[in-house]
């Protein structure tokens, strides 16, 4: 049976190519593929992303081919990306200590919370959490996100997450624990090095963010915790980290072989790669 693959995307803007890499991978092997946005608006490319001639300020180069700019621009300008499926509405948000029945409110909470993982569950093998600096804004400190994210990690499914959109792993947590998810695992993402110091961009927020409005390198150090780690490969050109069920990608020109990686991951039970 052809393996279904739900694609998380941010509203706020998401990395062309980290779409583009993993989607033709899937589609390569025949898989379905479903994409989710937090409160079911469209998804739309970052401008840069689409750009050839963008000049990249941390590496000091185009990040971009002109192919796939194309390839980018195409899948952007495509239907494929209507009608996505809304986090809000599928998904119960947990009640404020503060509401009057609180205690009802949660139990509740608790039961919906349940069947909605149950039917997501049964219907997808895989998560993609696509990256760019959208993420930042609606995806990393989404708590219906992270709900999803504990419900594959309980049921062993992979979970490929890219640039930004690691963070959402960093903050998925225990209730109860406070504990990242990723404590004891290796992970990689967008290092310090490769921040931003102006102009982090995000699609409808008309105002210069400067650099991104937290280091997702210090995070993910602190979140992997003393038996895991980060790992950055600052001047390697590529890096993808597999610590089953977490694939890991750092930035644009890992979301090829990420993508590639995860379909190791589903078909052939790849469970370590990269450290």
Known sequence: MSKRILVVLSEYGYWGEELVGPLEAFDARGYRTTFITPTGKRAHA???????????????????????????????????????????????????FSSLNHLRELEDYHRRLATATTELLSGFDALVIVGGSG???????????????????????????????????AFARDWETRRSILWGKHVTGHPKEYDYKDGTGFLGVE??????????????????????????????????????????????????????????????GLRRHGW
């Open 135 to 169: 993420p930042i804004v609606d995806l990393a400190n989404n708590e219906r996100l992270h709900e999803l994210v504990l419900a594959f990690v309980a049921a062993d499914k992979p979970i490929l997450a890219e640039c930004y959109g690691v963070a959402a792993l």
């Open 207 to 268: 105002f210069n963010m400067g650099p991104p409005p937290y280091p997702l390198e210090y995070i993910l150090r602190d979140a992997t915790g003393p038996d895991g780690g980060f790992h950055g490969n600052v001047g390697k050109e590529t890096s993808v980290i597999v610590d089953h069920p977490f694939v890991t990608a750092r930035s644009t020109p890992d979301s090829v072989p990420s993508g590639e990686l995860l379909v190791e991951v589903l078909e052939n």
């Open 46 to 96: 970052l401008p840069p992303s689409l750009d050839s001639e963008y000049i990249d300020p941390p590496l000091g180069r185009s990040v971009t081919t002109r192919d796939m700019a194309r390839r980018a621009r195409a899948l952007d300008d495509s239907s494929r990306l209507d009608n996505p499926l809304s986090l809000a509405e599928l998904l119960p948000e947990r009640p404020y």
